[in-house]
C-alpha cells in the first residue's frame, strides 16, 4: 500500500533500534561487500536511507534505484544523501519497477514480510524478472521461530503494524521457499537477534 508507512517514517528506525538494537542494522549490512563495483543495484522499500548512505560509500560508481511505497520515506531519504544523482527515486512498490532496466542487484530488507504468502509468489516472480543471469539478491527478515516471546513478539508486530500501516498480511509468510522455488540458489546465511532475523545472499544462476 502506497504511503502506509508515512506515518511512522519519522521514527520509524528509532522504534526499530529500541526492540532490536543493532541487529536490524547489522543483519542489512552484512554481505553489502558482496555487491561489485559499478553495480546495477535495485533496493525495493529501502526505508529512511541510511543503507543507501552506506551503498554510495562503498560502491562510488555504481547505478542505485531506490524503489519506496511511502512518499515520506523517500524524502527523508533524498535529506540523508543529498540527493545524490546516483540514485533514481521511485515512488511505488515491486510493480512499478523499471522495465527496460535489468539489475545485477538487488535488495529487499524487511519487505518481503508485508506480504501475504500468495500476493509474495507474485511480488517474486516480478523481481526476479528484473534481474539479468547471475544477479545477487540480499534479504534481511524476521523467520519463523520456535521460541515463545518471538512468536508473541511477531504476532504483537503484526498487529501494530496493520492498524498503523495497514499492512496486508497479518502472519510471516515463508519468503525462503518462494525464493527457492523462483530459482535462486543460497550462497551465504548469518543469523541475528537469536535467530529471529535472517541475512541470506542468493544468486540467480546463469
Known amino acids: 500500500m502506497l504511503n502506509?508507512?508515512?506515518?511512522?517514517?519519522p521514527f520509524?528506525?528509532?522504534?526499530?533500534?529500541?526492540?532490536?538494537?543493532?541487529?536490524?542494522?547489522?543483519s542489512q549490512k552484512v554481505f553489502l561487500n558482496e555487491?561489485?563495483?559499478c553495480s546495477t543495484i535495485l533496493i525495493l522499500g529501502g526505508g529512511t536511507g541510511w543503507l543507501l548512505q552506506e551503498l554510495l560509500r562503498t560502491?562510488?560508481?555504481?547505478?542505485?534505484?531506490?524503489?519506496?511505497?511511502?512518499?515520506?520515506?523517500?524524502?527523508?531519504?533524498?535529506v540523508a544523501v543529498k540527493n545524490d544523482e546516483r540514485v533514481k527515486f521511485i515512488h511505488g512498490t515491486e510493480d512499478?519497477?523499471?522495465?527496460?532496466?535489468?539489475f545485477d542487484t538487488v535488495i529487499t530488507n524487511f519487505y518481503l514480510d508485508v506480504f501475504t504468502q500468495k500476493s509474495l509468489c507474485v511480488a517474486v516472480r516480478k523481481i526476479g524478472?528484473?534481474?539479468?543471469?547471475g544477479a545477487y539478491w540480499l534479504v534481511a527478515d524476521f523467520t519463523a521461530s520456535t521460541k515463545w516471546?518471538?512468536?508473541?513478539?511477531?504476532?504483537v508486530m503484526y498487529y501494530f503494524f496493520r492498524i498503523v500501516s495497514k499492512i496486508e498480511s497479518s502472519e510471516l509468510p515463508d519468503w525462503r521457499s518462494e525464493i527457492d522455488t523462483a530459482g535462486f540458489k543460497e550462497q551465504k546465511t548469518g543469523i541475528f537477534y537469536s535467530g529471529f532475523i535472517?541475512?541470506?545472499?542468493?544468486?540467480?544462476?546463469r
Not at 524478472?129 to 543471469?133: F, N
Not at 535472517?198 to 540467480?204: A, P, V
Open 12 to 26: 520509524y528506525d528509532h522504534l526499530a533500534n529500541l526492540v532490536f538494537g543493532r541487529s536490524i542494522q547489522s
Open 129 to 133: 524478472k528484473s534481474l539479468m543471469p
Open 149 to 155: 516471546w518471538q512468536r508473541v513478539l511477531l504476532k
Open 4 to 9: 502506509g508507512f508515512n506515518t511512522i517514517a
Open 59 to 78: 560502491n562510488a560508481a555504481g547505478k542505485i534505484c531506490y524503489v519506496e511505497a511511502s512518499s515520506k520515506m523517500i524524502e527523508l531519504t533524498k
Open 35 to 37: 555487491i561489485k563495483d
Open 96 to 102: 512499478d519497477i523499471p522495465v527496460l532496466t535489468k
Open 198 to 205: 535472517l541475512s541470506i545472499l542468493y544468486k540467480l544462476p
